[in-house]
C-alpha cells in the first residue's frame, strides 16, 4: 500500500514569527497491485476447550460500542491473582481477564469484528449483535494472545490485535537496528527475552475463530522508545535530531507503507487496514483534560493527526474527549491494579457519559 503526500502549499506567517513549513492538504491511499496473499486457516488450537451455548444475538441499532484494550498477561503476577498488580500495569492476570469476559458476558455483551466496528463508523444504523463492544490487544505480546485464547473462545467472543511488524520481524529473527545512525528497533532478537513476541508463524497460527483479523499499530520501528532525544521519546510523533519536515513526514509515510505491505505479506486477508493504533496515543492533539496521554509530538503542526484522518476510518487513541473528532475513536485501557468492581465502574461511567458514540 503506498501512502501519498501532496505538498499543497508553503504558509508563511510573519506575524506570529513562525517559519515556512509546507503545509500537507491532501492524501491519498493506493493499493498495490500485488495480490493479497491466500493464507489457509491454521487449525484449531483450541478443540479441547468448552464453549458456552451457542445463542445468536438479536440485531439492533447501536447508540455506542464500548472498546476495550489489552496488552499483556501474567507478567510478574501468577495466573490466579485476583487482580495482576504487576511491576507493568498495562498486565492482567488470568484470572482478572476471565472475571472480566464473565461480567460482559453475564451482562449480555456481544462482541464485534473490526469489520462490523467500522461499517457501523459509517453507518449507525447498521444493525449489530445486541449489547455489542469490541475487545483490541496492542503490539503482538505472546503471553497475551495465547493466554487470552481459552477464555475468548469459551465465551465465543473474538478480539482485533494490532501488531506491530517490528516485534514480530526480531522475533523472527530479523531485525533492523539503525537508521541515519541511530538505533530505532525495539523488537530485535536480543530484546526478545523468552518467547516476549510472538513470531509470524505463531501469528498466523492463532485461532480464526478468536483472532479473525488483525490491525496495524506499527511497522519496523514505530512502537520504539527514543534515546535520542529525552525531550520527545515516541518515534512516530517525535522528529529525529537535525531531522527536517520532509524527511520526517516521508519516514512516517515509510513506516505504515512498509508496515501495511509487510501484514499484507504474512496475513493475507486476516489483515484488515481500516483501523490504525496510534503508539503511545501521541498524534499531537490538544491536551485538554488532566491525565491526557503525554502528547509530546514535534512534527509540523496538525500533521501527523491529517495524516490519520485520511489514511485510516478507525484512529483509537486512549483519551475520552477525543472520541469523534475526525476519526479518532476511544479505548478504555485495563490495568493491573484494576478490580472487577473498578472494571464495572468505568464501563458504566463511560457508556453514561456517551465516551463510545459513534460522533
Known amino acids: 500500500m503506498k501512502l501519498k503526500i501532496i505538498v499543497a502549499a508553503v504558509i508563511v506567517s510573519a506575524l506570529l514569527g513562525i517559519a515556512a513549513f509546507a503545509a500537507v492538504t491532501s492524501y491519498a491511499v493506493v493499493t498495490t497491485a500485488k495480490p493479497v496473499k491466500v493464507v ?72 464485534v469484528t473490526i469489520q462490523q466496528y467500522l461499517k457501523w463508523i459509517a453507518d449507525p444504523g447498521t444493525l449489530l449483535p445486541s449489547k455489542p463492544f469490541l475487545i483490541t490487544v496492542d503490539n503482538g505480546i505472546s503471553d497475551f494472545l495465547e493466554g487470552a485464547q481459552p477464555v475468548l473462545y469459551h465465551y465465543r467472543y473474538t478480539a482485533v490485535p494490532f501488531l506491530v511488524t517490528g516485534f514480530a520481524d526480531g522475533a523472527s529473527g530479523h531485525c533492523t537496528p539503525r537508521y541515519n545512525g541511530f538505533s530505532i528497533q525495539p523488537g530485535c532478537p536480543s530484546d526478545n527475552d523468552h518467547g516476549w513476541d510472538l513470531t509470524w508463524a505463531q501469528i498466523g497460527a492463532l485461532s480464526t475463530a478468536v483472532y479473525p483479523s488483525f490491525g496495524i ?112 475513536r476511544f479505548r478504555y485501557e485495563i490495568h493491573d491494579s484494576d478490580t472487577l468492581k473498578d472494571f464495572e465502574t468505568a464501563i458504566r461511567g463511560y457508556l453514561a457519559a456517551g465516551a463510545w458514540k459513534e460522533s
Open 40 to 111: 489457509a486457516p491454521p487449525p484449531n488450537p483450541l478443540a479441547h476447550v468448552t464453549r458456552v451455548p451457542d445463542r445468536p444475538p438479536g440485531l439492533a441499532r447501536a447508540q455506542q460500542i464500548p472498546v476495550l484494550v489489552y496488552h499483556e498477561m501474567d507478567n510478574d503476577c501468577a495466573p490466579t491473582a485476583p487482580v495482576c498488580k504487576s511491576h507493568d500495569y498495562e498486565s492482567v492476570s488470568l484470572d482478572q481477564f476471565t472475571a472480566e469476559m464473565a461480567w460482559m458476558y453475564g451482562s449480555g455483551y456481544h462482541t
Open 217 to 328: 499499530e506499527a511497522g519496523t520501528s514505530g512502537h520504539y522508545v527514543q534515546d535520542y532525544n529525552a525531550n520527545c521519546w515516541q518515534y512516530i510523533a517525535c522528529k529525529m535530531p537535525g531531522e527536517s519536515t520532509a524527511a520526517y513526514t516521508h519516514r512516517v509515510l515509510l513506516e505504515y507503507d512498509y508496515g501495511i505491505d509487510e501484514m499484507t505479506e504474512h496475513l493475507g486477508a486476516r489483515f484488515d487496514a481500516g483501523a490504525w493504533v496510534v503508539p503511545y496515543s501521541d498524534l499531537g492533539y490538544p491536551c485538554e483534560r488532566s491525565g491526557c496521554a503525554p502528547q509530546n509530538y514535534t512534527g509540523p503542526p496538525g500533521w501527523l493527526i491529517s495524516f490519520a484522518a485520511a489514511n485510516f476510518r478507525a484512529v483509537f487513541v486512549q483519551d475520552a474527549y477525543r472520541n469523534g473528532v475526525s476519526h479518532e
